[in-house]
DNA sequence: CCGACTTTGTCAAGTCTCTTGCCTAAGCCG
DNA sequence: CGGCTTAGGCAAGAGACTTGACAAAGTCGG
């Protein structure tokens, strides 16, 4: 309820954190630019970077340029102290990856789910972190896991996965207990725009949707630099708005929702009821991009539901950086352009957007 | 673009803010009691209890009973130690309140605006603080300004404000030199957010979304326990999104805005068109309490539009407590309802809403 | 009624971490 | 080469929390 106190250690976290953040967004750096950087005194960036040197988390990498002084000790973010494993729990399956302290994937694996579900699932993901930990000799920081549906992520429970059939489960946990590291579990779009928020976007924004249409439709919040999960965690729970009063039933039990209007599911399927040849994703896109009408029909008003509830996203959040990501990517330029052309027709400010 | 450093300043600072709250929350309360809630030591509290008397800001008031040992000398906020300015700058009139740290009102006037815009609503500003300062002995806290428009409130700037013909106005800091204390400027209903966050809701929720209905619609979001702004300031203009692609145009260039079918303003207009007698809000609701059918017709119309942007705000925030402030709620609990209903019927989960 | 036990509040010493002031190393420039 | 500037580090100091001990002021049982 109480935040928690302030104490001297939690200082130095939080001043270690600043030091290896500048460093991670503008390396290399010497002490004295990380001083000036960051505010505190030269002797006190010196006594950090000891530390985190100690810890392998950050590195000395040679001498720069001398601007008239004493040539500065550059220093960088030790790429490979340590490790972190990250998992992408997918509808199909399963793929993890050891990435290291830039970003940069050291190895990738996907394993297919081949319809388990339920326990049989959680032990895919153990299988698949085994694989992963293999023959990887750094420290591992951590494992994050992104997933589909409702998540506690405070205590790593998925509440409510549909496709796995985990409902209450204490997926964190489990995994920490048996590697014994920290484990985050957030819904797979938070994820996807804390990803977006710390290693792509420069500036740092503050503010930033991340909308991730798959066979579902969800968005991560980033609101005043922090993820915003709702009370229920279920914040962005985007698909099940409904525009407009009817439509087609979906599975969340009412009508017309956006998912069963712009995710890429109900595109294939909307699809496929008026050109029988069109059964799977890449068929879609092949048949929207050949210029099929009835189907870019199709798509084309999915872009504009979309962009309708963009638009109002928009206005009332008042966020600058939209982002779109997910397999409709790969519906091009022309696709977005009608997503973003009805986005601005129902909002009324000057607003910058990119889309990927 | 990076945050603060840490320091011990800003340890000791957030510590007696803490202190602060948890007395503020739960007075009386003891140093013991204070210890057990912040987790600090008996000693530091002790402490920031000495300094927290000394400025003033927190007295002790006798003796508690006793619990098996000494018995505890008890602590609250010094109610008088300070005192606020609170202004509302509303489209008809400014109004004022002197208020101690209780949030208890001192003292309140109204200054009728009568068509004053630009500069001489400026000076009516100075006027009232003036008129509010006049025969208060408490030292000054700072001032607080809720006014209507798009407003930088790190900046004290009202950027746009339609009914003042304000534009780029710096008021935070002409009122700061003028009277040397600090000066918040807000959009009113981001303050009244914040008004319910630090006064009225308990246990103060992480989340809130208050919505303000009276001559124009606003909302004012709580997020993670901050106030979110948007990257804009202009988080919340919630009138300007169409439900609908048609409606009557509004003052913002577009069509069917919320602010024409939901806002007192509209309610009234639309009113007078089927029943020439209603000429003001009381006409209003008199008439709707009055059962007049098509007056009753029109402010229902109006709430089921409310009531689906306010499950679409739910729905894609996740958050469970709203609140409806201003004049609409004259119209009473039925009116209420069928808001209710109308969210209801657009998101998906169990939500509670409290209203008022 | 008295002694044992609890609880409160405070004091002194200790620890952690930042800062201040000074110093050395190392490079540029005239 | 000497003066100046910049980088980095060391020692002492200051601020704020914690630990351990203690007096004050209660309750409670015998």
Redesign the pocket.
């Given at each position: 309820m109480l935040p928690e106190?302030?104490?001297?250690?939690q200082?130095?976290?939080?001043?270690?954190q600043l030091v290896l953040r500048a460093l991670h967004d503008h390396s290399p750096l010497?002490?004295?630019?990380?001083?000036?950087l960051t505010?505190?005194?030269?002797?006190?960036?010196?006594?950090?970077?000891?530390g985190l040197i100690d810890d392998g988390l950050i590195e000395e990498v040679g001498?720069g340029?001398?601007?008239?002084?004493?040539?500065?000790?550059?220093?960088r973010v030790a790429p490979d102290g340590r490790h972190l494993i990250g998992l992408d729990l997918g509808e199909a399956q399963f793929s993890g990856a050891v990435v290291n302290l830039r970003g940069d994937i050291l190895l990738s694996i996907d394993l297919p789910l081949e319809g388990r579900n339920g326990e049989a699932a959680v032990e895919l993901v153990f299988e698949l972190v085994d694989a992963l930990r293999a023959g990887d000799q750094s420290p591992l920081l951590g494992i994050g896991i992104g997933a589909p549906g409702v998540i506690d992520t405070d205590s790593g429970t998925v509440r409510w996965s549909v496709n796995l059939d985990w409902a209450e489960l204490a997926l964190g946990p489990r995994i920490e207990l048996r590697y014994g590291v920290p484990v985050v579990v957030a819904n797979d779009s938070h994820a996807a725009a804390l990803a977006e928020l710390t290693f792509h976007r420069r500036p740092r924004p503050n503010n930033l949707i991340v909308i991730k249409i798959g066979r579902g439709v969800g968005a991560g919040i980033i609101v005043n630099g922090q993820l915003f999960q709702g009370d229920g965690y279920g914040a962005g729970e985007f698909g099940h708005i409904s525009p407009g009063d009817d439509g087609a039933p979906c599975r969340c039990g009412r009508k017309g929702c956006l998912e069963t209007l712009a995710s890429m599911r109900a595109l294939v399927e909307a699809a496929r009821a008026v050109e029988p040849t069109v059964t799977d994703e890449p068929g879609l896109v092949a048949a929207f991009k050949a210029g099929v009408a009835a189907v870019r029909q199709i798509a084309l008003d999915a872009a504009r539901a979309l962009g309708l509830a963009i638009g109002w996203l928009i206005g009332v959040l008042n966020v600058r950086q939209v982002l779109l990501v997910g397999p409709v990517a790969a519906l091009g330029e022309d696709w977005l352009d009608e997503v973003r052309r009805s986005a601005h027709s129902s909002v009324m400010a000057l607003l910058a957007r990119d889309t990927q």
């Open positions: 106190k302030a104490t001297h250690q200082t130095r976290t939080f001043n270690q010497s002490r004295a630019d990380l001083a000036r505010g505190l005194t030269r002797t006190s960036v010196g006594d950090l970077v000891g001498r340029r001398s601007s008239g002084g004493k040539s500065p000790i550059l220093l």
